[in-house]
Each structure stands twice: as C-alpha cells, then as structure tokens.
C-alpha cells in the first residue's frame, strides 16, 4: 500500500440531476455526484462559482432527480453546460452557457407539485426539497476550486416510476432500481448480483 493523491474521491457515488429556479422564474439543471442522505435530510455538495449554488442560496427550493443508468449520456451532455452568463473565467476552456439545459439534454418539463422548480420526467425519481441551510466548506483542496458549499436540504415529496415501486407499498423495490453511480469520473450501473441485506430490510 502506498500513499496517492487523486485529483477526486468519487468512490462510487450515486448521480442526481438537480433543478433549482432561475432568477427569470425558469429552471436550471445541474448533474451532481456529492449528496448523501439521512433520513428525509440531504446533503448537497457544490462548487460556490456554479448556477445552483447561486439559485439555491437566492430561491431556497429544488429538485433532486435521480436519473437511471440508462441516462448517462444524457448526464454527460449536461455536463459541460452552465447556466452562469458569462461563464467564470476558470471555466471557459470546458464550459459554455445555456439557458434551456432541458433542450439542450432532450429533457422533458413536468410540474412539481410543492416546489417552483420543475421536475425532469425522464428520471424515474424525483425528489422535491427545500434548504435548510447552507454551510461554505473548508479545505485546501476545495478552495483551488473556487470554495465549496453544503446545501442541505429537506426532502418535501417523493415521486418515483410505478416500476420501481413494491406492489401494494412505499417501498422502492431493490432488485428492479439502480442508481447511476459515478466511480472516478466514469459512469456505472450497480452490478446486478445482490450480495446481501442488512438486518432492518
């Protein structure tokens, strides 16, 4: 074993497709792979120079879309779109500025149900949420990167594809949902072998 330094800790995290509202009332969608949840309670993890971290320090209201596997290309066109005009210095070899990322992905509007912003169709799970709180995050590493913010959230609704739920319940059926997951800046699919369950399933 030996000490390394790798540019990322994406150890296998899962993909969520965040909307939040835009100051002209429309929304911006933002891919992320640093949440985690307890509970109802999410935690956000965001590059403070980015369009949702503005949005949801401005309009503390969003969605948490939870794309499938199937949807990494449509992730990744998102990817190098920003809803900041002009686009942060730093950014302009990769990025470039788009106002209807919806468009742009090939994404579908549908309404939400407690929150402005909307929700996108596409992803079999959707997650309306308002903040909390918002917490700037320390480092070294971070602050290379413009800073950093933990947005924490309250889930307000769940809104998941019927295929995906347990027949006759609330429960998300294990064996039929996969999460996107992001492993070192490449996507995945949970293997579909189920090694074992935890005492409370």
């Not at 929304?27 to 992320?32: D, E, G, Q």
């Not at 449509?74 to 190098?80: C, G, I, Q």
Request: aromatic share 8%; net charge negative.
């Amino acid at each position: 074993m030996r000490s390394i330094e790798p540019k990322i800790l994406y150890f296998g995290t899962p993909v969520a497709i965040v909307s939040t509202l835009n100051e002209d009332g429309s929304t911006n969608l933002s891919p992320i792979s640093s949440f985690w949840t307890l509970g109802w309670t999410m935690t956000l993890g965001v590059l403070k120079d980015a369009k949702m971290a503005e949005n949801l320090e401005r309009h503390g209201e969003c969605v948490v879309n939870l794309p499938s596997p199937v949807m990494w290309e449509v992730v990744e066109k998102l990817a190098p779109l920003t809803g900041k005009d002009p686009v942060p210095e730093e950014k302009t070899k990769q990025f470039r500025t788009e106002k209807d990322k919806f468009a742009a992905a090939g994404l579908t509007r549908v309404g939400s149900e407690v929150v402005r912003p909307v929700r996108v169709r596409e992803c079999p799970i959707q997650m309306e949420a308002k903040v909390i709180s918002m917490h700037e995050l320390g480092g070294q590493k971070i602050a290379v990167l413009g800073g950093g913010l933990a947005a924490v959230v309250e889930v307000l609704k769940v809104h998941a594809d019927e295929e995906f739920i347990v027949d006759g319940t609330d429960h998300l059926a294990p064996d039929k949902w996969s999460p996107l997951v992001y492993n070192f800046r490449h996507y995945y699919s949970l293997a579909d072998k189920e090694l074992g369950k935890t005492f409370r399933a």
